[in-house]
């Protein structure tokens, strides 16, 4: 394969460069990076079109210096979609995301070896509305992915009994990210809150397994129950997404029948190809978190 070749994807033309290049320590390539966005684009951009996306880049490879990039690169091709929303900061008065929107944004993205890509929680049409809830476990060694799968399990009998479903995948890297579908008129008063009565419930039944701080002193051995995610300016990592470890592992929609036997004890994490190899058998498993219409009962978990 040449390393440097000019490809046409959806009537879009462009160029491709050091396709040859190792971009994982296990010698997967720039060339199966942008093959993996480009074969599961059609499902990924489901969960991807409309959103302000922040691109975590690693030009030397995973195991080398990454940097977050929220603004999209000034050179992007004219047709690649921006979004521009007000910054917070007092230093800047606005920033322009790019958008996935199509298939061949995709491709560029993965030419820029950004291996990650992080949307916010909101449509740019509707910056203020979140269309999920997230719950991102996150364990402190040793804990692992099976305390993440028990505290899973925890938060979705609590939430079930109030009539919404709860959706899982995993990070690509140690734990578990839960979303619970809204696309419904919402906001971040009501998600944060009630996001953050679950993990104080948590806590407060199983404090051999659940923390609700960020503290790391009080971390070990326990999941951390990240409720601070549903926060207008923060990103989750995008469902399909790459992560940057040792092999390109990705962020996997799983089954609860997957969760529980990862309760009891299974591996749960997946590379690029079994991702595709599951999209074909499988289909989509988390469709129904761009669609499910849902409402929070208020803004705490009634107790």
Not at 124 to 141: E, N
Not at 204 to 220: G, N
Not at 228 to 246: F, I
Request: proline share 9%; with cysteine.
């Amino acid at each position: 394969m040449p390393a440097n070749q000019e490809v046409e994807i959806g009537g879009r033309r462009l160029g491709l460069s050091n396709l040859d290049k190792p971009l994982y320590p296990s010698g997967f390539t720039k060339a199966g990076v942008i093959d993996y966005y480009a074969r599961v684009g059609p499902t990924m951009l489901t969960h991807l079109e409309g959103r302000p996306l922040t691109l975590k880049r690693y030009p030397n490879g995973s195991a080398a210096p990454f940097f977050y990039e929220k603004n999209c690169p000034k050179h992007h091709p004219e047709w690649v979609h921006t979004i521009e929303v007000p910054s917070r900061r007092k230093s800047e008065k606005t920033i322009n995301y790019c958008s996935a929107d199509e298939l061949a944004t995709l491709v560029w993205l993965a030419n820029l070896a950004a291996l990650e890509l992080h949307p916010l929680l909101a449509r740019g049409s509707d910056i203020d509305v979140p269309t999920a809830m997230v719950f991102d476990l996150d364990p402190g060694p040793p804990a692992g992915m099976r305390e993440c799968a028990v505290v899973a399990g925890e938060i979705r009998a609590l939430l079930e009994p109030l009539g919404l479903e709860i959706f899982a995948k995993t990070s690509g890297s140690k734990g578990l990210q839960l979303y619970v579908p809204l696309n419904t008129p919402s906001d971040y008063e009501e998600t944060k809150p009630f996001a953050h009565s679950v993990a104080v419930h948590l806590e407060k039944v199983k404090p051999d397994l659940v923390v609700e701080k960020m503290d790391k002193d009080r971390r070990q051995g326990k999941v951390l129950i990240d409720w601070s995610q549903n926060h207008p300016t923060k990103t989750t990592v995008g469902v399909y997404s790459l992560r940057a470890m040792d092999r390109p592992t990705v962020s996997t929609p799983v089954s609860w029948a997957e969760v529980e036997a990862a309760a009891g004890g299974e591996a749960l994490g997946f590379e690029s190809g079994e991702v595709l190899e599951r999209i074909e058998r499988l289909g989509d498993l988390f469709a129904p978190v761009a669609t499910l219409q849902q409402r929070l009962p208020g803004p705490a978990l009634p107790l």
